[in-house]
């Protein structure tokens, strides 16, 4: 079930480790995953997708791995800059309903 | 190409009255979705239109709430007769094709009730 009104988890790195960040999703029908990014005062910001045919897929800095038979999504973030500091989210959808939002991780990266 | 646009940014009104959130969708894109935030939350649904059509409101309140999509002009969501509880922030994404992928979403409304 969801949780109302608590704190987001917070993930603290040191400028230039790699960070990971765990989703787990609920519906097994979900066929297509979405990270998106979220800064303070803005809306999110998409990062990577993936469909539920594959397992990992990379893009600039950031590599998304999908393990369906646990319903869990990672997002991986290479060399973590001061510019990634934001809140990021995780989104599933079979395709042709809503999309469902994660509760969010609080990226903090320390200089 | 502009993105996906809301206004206001910011809104403040009393309990009772009504506030009016706008979204214009990027060039080419025909399909508008309204989500709500609330603070150190993620965002929750509310509703799916394409132009002239409310495609799924399944996650909009019954009652005070609507939302439209005319032929020209922006989509309007709607809330009647605010309450403290409608305090959030809302979004808007849109999309060039039906379903939910892809979807790029605009800076937000900030709606405080007092």
């Known amino acids: 079930g969801e949780s109302v009104g608590l704190h987001l988890p917070t993930l603290s790195v040191q400028e230039g480790d790699n960070s990971i960040i765990n989703c787990a999703y609920s519906n097994s029908a979900s066929d297509y995953f979405i990270w998106y990014k979220q800064e303070s005062g803005k809306g999110p910001q998409f990062i990577i997708d993936?469909?539920?045919?594959?397992d990992k897929r990379q893009g600039q800095r950031v590599t998304v791995l999908l393990n369906k038979t646990v319903k869990h999504l990672s997002l991986q973030i290479a060399a973590t800059q001061p510019g990634d500091s934001a809140v990021y989210f995780c989104a599933e959808t079979p395709g042709n309903t809503p999309l469902v939002f994660g509760k969010g991780t609080r990226l903090s990266v320390i200089a | 190409n502009a993105g996906v646009m809301q206004n206001p940014r910011h809104l403040v009104r009393r309990r009772g009255q009504e506030a009016r959130l706008r979204c214009s969708p990027m060039k080419g894109h025909s399909h508008v979705y309204w989500y709500r935030q609330l603070p150190e939350e993620g965002l929750k649904f509310m509703v799916y239109?394409?132009?002239?059509?409310?495609?799924?409101e399944s996650g909009m309140p019954k009652e005070r709430f609507s939302a439209e999509f005319p032929k020209e002009g922006p989509s309007i969501l709607r809330i009647q007769q605010v309450v403290r509880g409608d305090s959030a922030a809302y979004f808007c994404?849109?999309?060039?094709?039906?379903?939910?992928?892809?979807?790029?979403f605009g800076p937000g409304t900030r709606l405080t009730v007092t």
């Open positions: 993936i469909r539920s045919n594959m």
């Open positions: 994404a849109s999309s060039p094709n039906f379903g939910a992928y892809e979807q790029y």
């Open positions: 239109l394409q132009k002239e059509n409310i495609i799924d």
